[in-house]
């Protein structure tokens, strides 16, 4: 039970430091015209630092306790609070309410895809502040799922494949003549 104190103690302060810096950019940032740049700013920003600081610390392996507590205070909490969906979604209800349909979904198209577009910075960037193997093991976890499209590999696979006696990968020797085309079963990783 102490460490679920802890736990909820660490998110507390992260989304109360979170909500404040929030406040702050609704009073810096100008309103205009286009009522929503206090909200874009924070939900693209947010997303942008949330894929960096999750790939930083997530993706290297097993949390640690020291990543454990950084997760909870910065991510949950401090970007949990400085983030805000739900303000989005007023403004978008207020826009849809007083007949700007157009504009209002245009604003959660741009938040949408910027947010999107921010995140992935985030993880490649993330990659980057992890060192040198930090880029190739977040390029190695998209192969994981696509293949590798430059050199026709097979996807690695998530779980261990069996070998054959000398060591190699079962299906190692089904590779695809060159200047095939990477499609097909030898491709894939399936076996006929």
Known sequence: MP??????????LGGAV???ARWGVAHVLPTGSFGHWPTFAVNVLGALLLGLLLEAL????PETPRAHTVRLLVGTGALGGFTTYSTFAQELWDGVSSGATGPALGYAGLTLVSGLLAAALGMILGARVRGPGGARAAEQALDTTAGDTRTGAPAASATASPTTPGGLPAGADEQPPAGSSSTGPASSGEHR
Do not use: I, Y
Not at 3 to 12: I, K, N, P
Not at 58 to 61: I, L, S, V
């Open 3 to 12: 460490s679920l104190l802890r736990d909820v103690c660490l998110v507390a």
């Open 18 to 20: 979170g909500s404040v």
């Open 58 to 61: 997530t993706r290297p392996g």
